[in-house]
């Protein structure tokens, strides 16, 4: 079981997240944007961020910047959306990227693939 943090702002993209991820047998807790995610990561140890990146309030790219300045910084981070990968700032860091519409299967194997790395 990996516990995994979702900041998905589509509500029916998150359902459809959060599902495919408990179903893989993964502690899921999800986020309406980046601002949710924050406040949910002090309170929840998460082994994996999975991020949209175009999202209200704080979006995807200040989420991830937030969480690479936290203590340890070694939260790793997927990437989801449908702006292309080369269109992606370059000082943006990320661990793994999937575009939109997500595929599950490959989803639930970087995950695993990510906890691992730790």
Avoid: C, W
């Amino acid at each position: 079981m990996v516990r995994v943090l979702v900041a998905e702002d589509e509500a029916f993209t998150a359902i459809a997240l959060v599902d495919t991820l408990e179903r893989q047998g993964h502690q899921v807790r999800d986020a309406a944007d980046g601002a949710d995610a924050i406040s949910l990561l002090d309170n929840f140890d998460a082994q994996v961020l999975v991020t949209d990146l175009m999202m209200p309030n704080v979006d995807g790219a200040a989420l991830i910047r937030h969480v690479r300045a936290r203590p340890g910084a070694g939260l790793p981070v997927i990437l989801i959306t449908g702006v292309p990968q080369s269109k992606l700032p370059e000082d943006l860091s990320y661990d793994a990227y999937l575009g939109k519409p997500v595929d599950h299967a490959e989803l639930g194997r970087m995950v695993a693939a990510l906890a691992r790395r730790d």
